[in-house]
């Protein structure tokens, strides 16, 4: 504890830091903390290659399938490898949050606070061909971000995402996965049906959209009858249903049947790189801090989001306390 006073941290930071029982030196040892990439499945055959492009070892994580470290100062995004959707930045508490859940083949997985999409991609990666995964964020361009990440992985043709918020989200998954080419004749006769996601929307969509979202009481949550569908994959469930049968309630009795298998309640970041997000603010301003991290009703507001999310959790898999 001598070293506390040789650290730029507020007081009020150490306070939080020490009830907590976390060791204030760990802000002073950033630049040896590796990085973290996870091989999507697939490219191991590459991985030799890769380890020539970055000019480095990677260390395979034995506890956590997939993932390598490497260096702080190894730069991914310029490598052919990240360009190409072989390897993604992934931090390993992220990847130990995914890992806890156990996923199987086959299971629906809900995630909730997606956003940026890391551990969404980890999840679609684990369940393969089978299965699905519902993505769901407060905010609109944070999810698009992953939708982005998405496409670059190729991993999206069992996921959804929806702009909503995750203490209200109550939709489940859709287990009857039809497939897109038998829904031709269904599509003709409906012309309220979902047919296949494009990122090419016609331009008066786009306008109607934008006037939406204009008019919305809340910037960061629009506030309409039904969350937002922003992406849906081909095998999703999406294609071929009417929104009426896409937003259909489930009573209680029928959640333990249809309900999701897992679901992943990431209400605040969990990263590696949360420490040397902390030490930014010796740039930006400890006062920036005070107002963004330790502020009380910000972390009142936080906790409640928590456990709002762990109730819903709760209900969603039918587990008893």
């Known amino acids: 504890m001598e ?15 020490k009830e907590n029982g976390l060791d204030p030196s760990v802000y002073s040892a950033a630049d040896s903390t590796p990085r973290y990439i996870r091989l ?10 890769i380890e020539a492009e970055l000019k480095c070892k990677l260390e395979k994580v034995v506890w956590l399938s997939g993932f390598y470290s490497l260096p702080p100062d190894i730069k991914i995004a310029t490598s052919m490898a990240y360009k190409q959707g072989k390897i993604y930045g992934i931090d390993a508490a992220s990847g130990a949050a995914v890992s806890a859940l156990n996923i199987s083949a086959g299971d629906h997985v809900l995630d909730l606070c997606a ?36 496409q670059k992985y190729a991993l999206g043709d ?3 995402l929806f702009v909503a918020d995750g203490t209200t989200f109550s939709l489940v998954p859709l287990r009857l996965h039809l497939d897109p080419g038998s829904c031709n ?13 494009t990122s090419r929307i016609p331009w008066k969509e786009r306008k109607r959209a934008v006037k939406a979202r204009e008019n919305a009481a809340s910037k960061a949550i629009v506030r309409s009858e039904h969350p937002e569908l922003i992406f849906y994959g081909r095998r999703s469930g999406i294609v071929g249903l009417t929104k009426e049968e896409i937003y259909q309630s489930v009573c209680n009795s029928e959640v333990s049947s249809s309900g999701y298998d897992k679901v992943l309640v990431d209400a605040e970041c969990t990263h590696d790189g949360s420490i040397k997000h902390i030490q930014k603010f010796e740039n930006w301003g400890w006062t920036t801090l005070q107002r963004r991290v330790l502020d009380p009703e910000r972390t009142d507001s936080v906790t409640n989001l928590q456990l709002d999310c762990l109730k819903l959790l709760m209900i969603l898999l039918q587990t008893e306390y």
């Open 3 to 17: 070293e506390i006073s040789k650290l730029p941290l507020p007081e009020a930071f150490l306070d939080f830091l």
């Open 40 to 49: 999507k499945t697939g490219n191991e055959a590459d991985l030799e290659e």
């Open 115 to 150: 956003a940026p999409g890391a551990k969404l991609c980890m999840i679609l990666d684990i369940i393969g061909d089978s299965g699905s995964v519902t993505g769901v964020d407060v905010a609109r361009h944070r999810l698009a971000a992953c939708r982005t990440l998405l």
């Open 185 to 197: 004749s269904v599509l003709q006769e409906k012309d309220d049906t979902f047919r296949e996601w």
């Open 158 to 160: 069992r996921c959804r």
